[in-house]
């Protein structure tokens, strides 16, 4: 229930009649009868318990490799995967890959990446990755608030006050600084560097492991259509709603 709040808030959607009386962050608005009422979310919360559906079948894997300043990324990620998973996240899982079309060498001691659109989103990159290894299930929500912004770099702090307030910014800025962001993203190379067939721009997505032409032109276009239909067990009732999305732009690797 407190991810459903997260997802609203994410989205744009300010739960009707929470108030400036709430002092709860919003990872709690759902966590008792008393931080709902508060905040104005009860029905909110009641409703995200009776619909949660109960898995009959695996999740669709759903892996997207990208990189944080592509405009073509921002857009998949804000506009048709994050929406995609807040209807259906009960049947899909969702993994982030940021690397994109970037590279790396070794100078004997550390990882030094270069990235297609330069430093800024290097260090992008960087941050999601560090707040994917840190904040667990929240971590979408936040690279999808950074990912909306108009600054991607610049929201990241306040992207991670909001949504998960007891992990501080400093503590994300150490693992960028340090070996262990170097290593974290030296796996999304070897990762990205990996695919079968290489990618040849970004977003590129791969569907319960699988990459095809057809599978990508399908995510890009009807993306949730297409996990409805993969999905081997009993639909949520998510399903039976029209979701029309349109996509055709990427980032090429050069």
């Not at 459903?4 to 808030?9: E, I, Q």
């Not at 739960?15 to 029905?43: D, H, L, M, N, T």
């Not at 029209?242 to 690797?253: F, L, P």
Request: with cysteine; aromatic share 10%.
């Amino acid at each position: 229930m407190r991810t459903f709040v997260l997802l609203l808030l994410t989205v744009g959607l300010n739960p009707q009649g929470c108030s400036s009386s709430c002092s709860f962050p919003p990872s709690q608005w759902c966590s008792s009868e008393e931080s709902a009422a508060q905040c104005g979310v009860g029905k909110l919360c009641l409703d995200s318990n009776r619909t949660q559906t109960h898995l009959t079948a695996d999740p669709v894997q759903l892996v997207l490799y990208y990189e944080s300043l592509c405009p073509a990324c921002r857009w998949f990620i804000t506009q048709m995967l994050f929406p995609t998973w807040v209807m259906l996240k009960d049947i899909l899982s969702v993994t982030l890959v940021p690397f994109g079309n970037a590279f790396e060498t070794f100078d004997g001691q550390h990882y030094i990446f270069t990235c297609q659109h330069g430093t800024k989103e290097c260090l992008g990159n960087m941050i999601e990755t560090c707040m994917l290894n840190m904040t667990g299930d929240v971590a979408f929500q936040i690279i999808n608030c950074m990912e909306s912004a108009v600054d991607v770099i610049g929201a990241a702090q306040s992207c991670l006050q909001l949504i998960s307030p007891t992990v501080s910014w400093e503590s994300i800025m150490t693992c960028v600084k340090g070996p262990v962001g170097n290593q974290l993203m030296h796996q999304n190379a070897l990762k990205t560097n990996a695919l079968s067939p290489p990618h040849k721009y970004v977003p590129w997505v791969t569907i319960n492991g699988e990459h095809t032409d057809d599978l990508q032109s399908k995510a890009e276009s009807h993306l949730f259509t297409l996990i409805c239909s993969i999905y081997k067990g009993t639909l949520p009732d998510a399903c039976s709603s029209s979701q029309r999305g349109r996509y055709n732009s990427y980032c090429y690797r050069e």
